[in-house]
């Protein structure tokens, strides 16, 4: 291993303390691209050390105050093989299908009642491919209540211009008490400048027991401000496949920033949900949250 060349502050706080100690001793080595928004594709593609910790408030005018938390490691194995990680995640989300009904018997009624939960996810996963913009990976796990876990995710980064570029990626999954399923995703980014750029989000979900797929699309325009900071504001839907029946639509104004440190972020997030009732109906639910976020990595202060 190469030696360790420290770029703590010559007199550091019990803070800084904190996080060198956790840094050098848990993500070592890591070299993650310094952006603000890291998004889901470029987290899964690291294959180095990682560890982010979330915590954060959220509101909706229906339901109240919610504190929820978040923690993504991915910790490399070298020592077994290069091509081995551990993934520990606990913001990770699945839909369950109601546990009342047969597979396959979900109607348009039942939808609603199809709620996101969130598990904690432990797994080692295997980087069976990585070459020309490909990327092949096999997860084995477990999530909440011991449930096991397999999947296998191929992904592929699609240049579409020098300026235009966009990723794809196929997952299929079975998790005890779900059933077998297929997740696809697509995302294409175009920056107008080096600081805006509009990015299109696009996932259809298929799991065995619910009739149907379930397609989420996100139009987002980011814009990057001098001293670390950035806003993303955006809109989306949620619909039902083959009916094309909405189930939610949903907009929202990202604020991020650094702070004190920068490898401290905050978030500040209000925004606006319509989500489809049993009767047809789409009462509006105004929403707002506020995050902290710490990303360990070396070389940082």
Known sequence: MPPVISTAPSSPNWIDTVYYGVSYSLVYPIDWVDRLFLPEYEEAEINRSSLRVIGG????????IEFRRAIRARLRLPGITDRLSLILSEDEPELDPPSTVNPGAVTPSDLPQVKQK???????RY??????NTQVDVDLGTRSGLRPELSARFRQRLPLSPMIQ???SLIGFWLEGTGFGERARYNVEH???KDTKIRLDNAATHIEKLAGVTGDSRLSLVRFFPRRVAVSA???????????QAQSYSASVVFRSAFYRKWLFYEIEPGVNWVRTPGGHYPR?????VR???????GRK
């Not at 408030?57 to 109240?64: I, M």
């Not at 980087?127 to 020309?132: I, K, L």
């Not at 955006?234 to 094309?244: E, T």
């Open 57 to 64: 408030y959220e509101w909706a005018d229906n339901s109240g």
């Open 234 to 244: 955006g809109a989306g839907i949620s619909v039902n496949l083959p009916l094309w």
């Open 118 to 124: 969130y598990y904690q996810t432990a797994a080692l």
């Open 127 to 132: 980087a069976a491919y990585n070459q020309f």
């Open 191 to 193: 920056p107008f400048s």
């Open 166 to 168: 966009s990723n794809f």
């Open 285 to 289: 639910v105004f929403t707002a949250a």
């Open 292 to 298: 902290l976020e710490a990303q360990f990595r070396i």
